[in-house]
Structure formats: structure tokens, C-alpha cells
């Protein structure tokens, strides 16, 4: 089976659009639609349904899927493997990161590593990290540069690389602003804009107020840190954010309660990291000498 071929079958799945797939490869939608027609002449099977523009894998698809991607790894792994043998870091280094961190800790350590490295490949994916957590889980990146899960998985290694201490925040004309000593019983007598449970940090926030037993007014989630610092500024409710993001908000002064995020890396115990893995993670184990 040609490699080009299971890509754009596997990327269709994901996706679930031919167009979206195709933008995500950089092909046009034809090209897309003649490697899966190749690829279904070649199987003898049809590999999708396409109902009232809608997508679904059909038997032969879902029975395709898991093997392709199997398929499609361990080639990925054998190119990498080869490359390796030089004890140079080359080829395809895929990261996944969180948004939260490609804005705020890693510019300058793509920077330096892009310039060390240049022989180098970087595929770079920015998402949740939640979902970078699965993308490695999965075999999908390498790497992932993440809020560390709050429970560990015993096929993940992960390092902590940096404290992300959080903060009360609301916006300067909010009455809570005008508070000296607030306590956690105050905030719940106003809208609160949480980031998504589904998210490590929301479920921080989320297991403080309900060990305390205090239940939160009519939360509003996103998982977009900086929608949620916007929103706070316009006096939307009050939020817990990173020292990063906290800008020209107040800071609620809570001294006696003191949370935090960890931030850093993580990848599957199982894979055996490429020469450009290894060369990333150095540089992030030595982030205080950037």
C-alpha cells in the first residue's frame, strides 16, 4: 500500500472532510479524492460513506483504520531509525503542544533549537493538552510540551519543568477589586469563567471550591486561556489564570491559598526517542541557561 495513499485515508478519518483534509496536507480536495480511490481500487472495498455530505468510515474503513496507522508508524519509525544511525539529530521531529506554552515559555527554545538543529523537521501541532496527552498516548507525536496530567499513566514518562503558579483575577472595577481579605465563600457570589472540566487546569480549580464545599455561580468555559483573560477585563466574572496572563487585571490578594499548574514534557514509555527528540528534550531539561 502507498504510504501517501493510507496518509490521506487516515487524515480523512480524523477529520472527517475530504476538504479539511486536504487543507491539513496541503493537497487540493481532487488529489485527496484519487488517494482514496487508489487506495479503495487497491482494497477492493469502499472506505467511506458519503451521505448528504457527510463522511462515515464504513466496515472495510473501520477495520482499516487501526493498521494504517500501525502501518504508517512503523515506517515513520524505520526512516527514523535509519536516520539515527548517524548520531545526528535529522529528520521529522512531530510535537504537539499546548497553546498556553507556544505562546508563553517555547519561542525561544524552538528558536535556539531551529538554529542548532537545522537539519531538523519540526511538525508542529498546537492544541489542548488534553489532547496532546492522547496524540502521544497514540503513537501521534513524539513529544508533547504540556500541563502535566494531575493523574500518571504507566505507558507516559513526564518531567515538570515549570511551577505555574495561578491567581485569583478579576477586573479593576469589579467589586470583588474592592475587597482587602477575600475569601473563597465571596467569590461564589459572582459569575466565575472557568476553563473547561475537561481541561487539568479547570479540574484544579473546580477540586478546590468542591473540597471547600463552596458550589460556583454559573460558570462560562473556554479552553482558551486568553479568551477567558478578555473576557475577565470586561467584567464578564472573575476567573484563576497564569501569572502570564494576568496583564492589567487585579489580583485578588489570597495568601493563605496557594495553587499551581506543572508545566513541562512527556512521551510514551515504549517508543525509543529519535536523535531530534533526544536533542529537544536536552534543551528543555536546560531552560534556565537559554
Partial sequence: MDNQNLKAFITVANCGSFSEAADRLYLTQSAISKRIALLEQQIGKKLFDRIARQ???????????????????????????????SGDASGTLRLAISHHLGLHRLPPILKQYAQQYPDVSLDIEFMDSEKAYEQVLHGQSEVAVITLALESHHNINSKKIWNDPLRFICAQDHPLAELKKPALKNLAEYPIILPGLNTYTGRIIQNLFQKEGIPLKAPMSTNYLETISTMVEIGLGWSVLPETLVRDLHVMPFKKIKIERELGYIHHTKRSLSNAAVAFLGLLDNTDNL
Fill in 55 to 85: 463522511i462515515s468510515l464504513t466496515e472495510a474503513g473501520k477495520e482499516l483504520l487501526p493498521r494504517a496507522k500501525r502501518i504508517l508508524q512503523e515506517y515513520e519509525n524505520a526512516l527514523q531509525a535509519i536516520n539515527d544511525l
